[in-house]
């Protein structure tokens, strides 16, 4: 005989578990009916690379076109971790130069990547290495974050690969800017968001990305 007691506990049983396990299993999202207000958002009024400058950055950190050593393969990226300088390589023998920031610590993995992705407004989960590190600060977003100007990945991400193993390392905008020319991340290369998108849209994917050692100077001259 069924009692009111066994038709409680039977129905929790039945209907507990599917709401816990669909709960865990929901991915952030980027909206893109949003991307471009997001856009303009993270665009400074009467924009000008070479000028603008909301930031209070250094002036070397704004995006300059410059000479290129000799022997540098067009396309490719080099950052200079020196100098907090990201390059990217063009036909000619010059390149654009931006202001990046680097990773803290011995948390920068210098390297040549592949750059096997790109991605508009992405989303982001920090790893489990950065949750186990830093806990307080990570943990809370250990399911991921959507996309948006606050999403620590900013506007745009060049996602950075060796053969097929994605590293988990990214050349990403930012929303905290004043970073720029520091060692802020926990191994990515940041950007200001308005430069990454200007870079975004001239870099294709499979190209070579050079992260040099911080002893190194590399790629340019002004």
């Given at each position: 005989m069924l009692t009111r007691r066994h038709f409680t506990v039977s129905?929790?049983?039945?209907?507990?578990?599917?709401?816990?396990?669909?709960?865990?299993?929901?991915?952030?999202?980027?909206?893109?009916?949003?991307?471009?207000?997001?856009?303009?958002?993270?665009?400074?009024?009467?924009?000008?690379?070479?000028?603008?400058?909301?930031?209070?950055?250094?002036?070397?950190?704004?995006?300059?076109?410059?000479?290129?050593?000799a022997g540098l393969k067009p396309g490719d990226i080099h950052v200079d971790a020196v100098a907090r300088y990201l390059y990217h390589i063009e036909e000619g023998g010059t390149a654009m130069r931006y202001g990046v920031a680097i990773a803290k610590g011995n948390l920068y993995e210098p390297g040549v990547y592949t750059i096997k992705r790109k991605t508009k407004w992405p989303t982001w989960t920090p790893t489990p290495a950065m949750i186990e590190r830093e806990p307080d600060?990570?943990?809370?977003?250990?399911?991921?974050?959507?996309?948006?100007?606050?999403?620590?990945?900013?506007?745009?991400?060049?996602?950075?690969?060796?053969?097929?193993?994605?590293?988990?390392?990214?050349?990403?905008?930012?929303?905290?800017?004043?970073?720029?020319?520091?060692?802020?991340?926990?191994?990515?290369?940041?950007?200001?968001?308005?430069?990454?998108?200007?870079?975004y849209d001239n870099v294709s994917t499979g190209v070579s990305a050079h992260l040099h050692a911080a002893e190194e100077h590399v790629t340019a001259r002004t």
């Open positions: 129905a929790a049983a039945l209907f507990s578990q599917p709401i816990v396990s669909t709960m865990a299993s929901a991915r952030p999202t980027s909206d893109k009916s949003n991307w471009d207000a997001w856009d303009a958002r993270i665009t400074p009024a009467d924009y000008d690379p070479a000028t603008s400058n909301p930031w209070g950055l250094h002036r070397r950190f704004l995006p300059q076109r410059v000479q290129a050593n600060q990570y943990k809370q977003h250990e399911d991921g974050m959507n996309a948006g100007p606050s999403n620590p990945l900013g506007s745009r991400a060049l996602y950075l690969f060796v053969g097929n193993r994605d590293t988990y390392l990214r050349i990403h905008g930012s929303p905290n800017p004043r970073s720029i020319g520091g060692r802020a991340s926990s191994g990515c290369v940041r950007m200001v968001m308005a430069h990454i998108n200007g870079l």
